[in-house]
């Protein structure tokens, strides 16, 4: 009740129907508004909470938190799931200093959000030498360049290839699959297929 908190919202909220989402016999909606009333900032985390995500793609007219809170400063921790790097630092960050840390033109931390996939993939020598994958079953293909099997890198910022996942062992290219895209306001609507 005193207020001054950091609210953390995980999840899309629907707007076509609050029935999409209840919670205790209420609209999500209503429990974020109330929650967000008295809080210093609130920190969207994921890609659903940020700006819709896959669910905004759907009949749910889902939305990230910075289309139903209008009034208070939101931090934007966009990816799928989000990185719990990018969790403790964001909220040490306001703690210790706060203040807001420095944020791009979507809402999200510079820190974390400043560069390309792209430029920092371990793919990316092959894509200056011009090789592409074109062939999963190609053995000589392995490491190659996926831009030509989706890979949404060249157009998606955030620190995936040099933070990666589950300890700092993996993220999706290192898989073998391409980047999603998942940490872009556009994700998931505008960057299907996700596959070529």
Known sequence: KE????????GSIPTADDRFCMVRGL????????AASN????????????????????PTGAAGVNKIVTNKPIINLSTCPVHVDHLVGTVLYFLTTR??????NHGRPFMYFGELVHDNCRRRSYFEEGKALSDWNDPKQK????????????NTYADCPVRRWNDGLNFCIDCGAGCM????????????????
């Open 143 to 154: 490491n190659w360049c996926l831009i030509n099997r989706g890979c949404k890198g060249p």
């Open 27 to 34: 609209p999500f909606k209503e429990l974020v508004l109330e």
């Open 3 to 10: 207020g001054g908190y950091v609210l953390i919202v995980e």
């Open 181 to 196: 895209g998942c940490a872009e306001p556009t994700f998931y609507s505008q960057m299907s297929p996700l596959f070529a």
């Open 39 to 58: 809080a210093a900032t609130i920190i969207a985390v994921g890609a659903c909470a940020t700006y819709g995500g896959i669910p905004a793609a759907g």
């Open 99 to 104: 203040k807001l840390p420095p944020l791009d």
